[in-house]
Structures are given as structure tokens and as C-alpha cells.
């Protein structure tokens, strides 16, 4: 055992360094595991420890938590996993041991302690060799699954009420980026995960041989198709009696794409490419603006580049992308025009057909 004088540890800190200090290309990684593991049930114990004696008020720290997180640089839920870990093996021989001599990862070590701890008053009813047996056999995710259902089994008020406490924290959050690009960064409930992963995954197939997308890069594709999609159809509440709407502003040589034309603005956002409003010029509502020192002295009345009618006739005619190899139906479809609008080309049934969210960009923007 390592001694708190720090003897012990100094050896260990010395022995680490040598040992990355080497050249040794390949390891076993099972191995490594095992002692990383079993340090970490280690430090559990100590941080147990700590917390017992009151490690914290020396520097006058409000929490344990606090102190180990702040000495170790370690996050707040971080600290508080290691001193779950920590109380509960100490009733918990067996499994101590089974993570200390690599029959069980730490991972698989925490999952079990929490269950523990959840049960509180009805803990006596967690088995500890049962439930070591299903660590050994199962995988993590497996592990964490059994011990959610056997949570429900003993306690489903108190499963519920974790589940709501959990559904407080549900956020989302979109920034916009310094090259103009946005960040989603969110945590979901299981059923809203679940309904956004299921609408994902069934418009995130391949669209043919010449897609190479990757996963992720199709995923993201997906949500813009859904945002598109409930924009396109109009059922989206009214703000300030206005359809939402994302509004581009742009002068006659950007519409044009000509040469030392300034890029397109767009709203929320920064400023883009008037090769892409060649694209969104194929099917916009479009208005308008005359200025004159700065100021605007008329705005046209707003007509949409597809009439109603038009389009109407398009989806009868065309049933969906027309991109060899895609089957995305009318709705998920927006008309391009095969000779740019943008450049002059004509805005007629001829000229038009319909093309998916993905292959419309592709054959604009490549």
C-alpha cells in the first residue's frame, strides 16, 4: 500500500516517469488499464479519506468537493464520482478487490456504486456478489442499463424523481463562430434524444455512390434538412405576425455573382458566399430595396421566384429529387433552375426541377 508520509508515492511518481520516459512503442493496453484503475480506486479511498477528516477547512474551502477539485484540477462531478466510489466499496469488499486486481474496470466499479448509493435506505437489497457477476459478463453500457432497471425495480418513485431532477438539465444552445460557422452544444432528455436521433438516422442514409460524407458530416446535413423542411412548410408559429424566416441582403452585382461583388448578408450570421445565394435564389420570397445616401426610399412588393402554382405542377411533374439515385419526396424537394435565375436563366417549367436539400448544394456549390 501506498503510505501517507508520501514515501511510497514518491517511488510510484518515479517509476511512472521512467516508464514514460521510455521509447517502448507498444503496450498492453489491458494491463495499462488495470493499474490506471486500480490508482483510481486508490484515490477514491483517499479522497473517502479526506472528506472523513475534513481534509478541506485548512484553506478554509466550503466543500471537500471544492478543495479535491480545485488541488487536482479536477471537475466538480468528477470529485463527486471518486467520493461515491469511495464510500460505498468501503462496505464493498468484494468488488474493492475485483477492481484492484483488474477483474473489473473502474468504469464498471463506479456504475455499481451509484446503484448503491441511489438505493439509500433499500441498499441491503444490492447483492454484492450478484451484481460483481454482472460486471465480469457485461459490458459497461449493458452494466448501466441492468442497474437502471433493477433502480426502477426497488425504488420507482425515486427512479422518477432522479429522471426529473435529470430533465431540469435538458438545454440547447447554438453560437455563432468567429469563421461564421454555428456551435450547438445541448443535453436532451431521453425521449427528445431519442425522437431527434430516430428523425436524424432515417435522412442520414448515403444518397448514392458519390456521396462520401461522413457520418458525423450526414448527420449535421440531417438537421439542416429538418430546419429546412419546417421552414419550407409554414407550420411554425408566427413571430410578430411574419412567417420565420432567415433574411439575406445583397446587392444587383452580388445577385449577379459578378466579379468585386461584396459577399451576401446574412442574417444571424456572417457574411456568405454569392455562390450560395445563387442557390437560395432558385425558391426565396424576394423584395426590392431602393436606397439612396444610405437610406431607403422604396421597398418593391415581395414575389417568390416559384410561384405557388408553379411549384405545385414542378412536384406533379418531378415527385421528388430528380438527382439519379435519391428518393427524397416532394416535401423534403426545392426547385433549382437548370440555367441559373441568378444569371438570367428562365423562370419556367423547362427550366426548373426539383432537387433535395444536399444534391441542390452540391450541384451549386460542389
Known sequence: MLGEGGTDLAGLESTVRDFLAGDELSVDLKRLRVVIDSLEGYFA???RQVRRVGGNRADGSASVVTWIGRTCGMSSSSVADRLCVGTQLESLPKIAEALRTGQISYQATSVLCHLREQLGDERELFVEDEMLEHARNHSVASLRYLCRVARHVVDPDGFFN????DYSRRKLEISLMADGMHFIEGVLDPEAGSALKTALDALAKR???EDDRSHKQRMADSMSDLVHHAL???????RNGVKPHVSLTTTIEGLKNEVGAPPVDLELSLPISTRTLERIACD???SRVLLADSMVIDVGRATRTVSAPMRRALGKRDRGCRFPGCDRQVNWSTPHHIDFWARGGPNNLPNLVLLCFFHHRLVHEG
Open 284 to 286: 426565396c420570397t424576394m
Open 232 to 238: 419550407d412548410q409554414g407550420t411554425l408559429p408566427r
Open 45 to 47: 479511498a483517499q479522497a
Open 162 to 165: 432522479e429522471a426529473e431532477a
Open 207 to 209: 444518397r448514392g455512390p
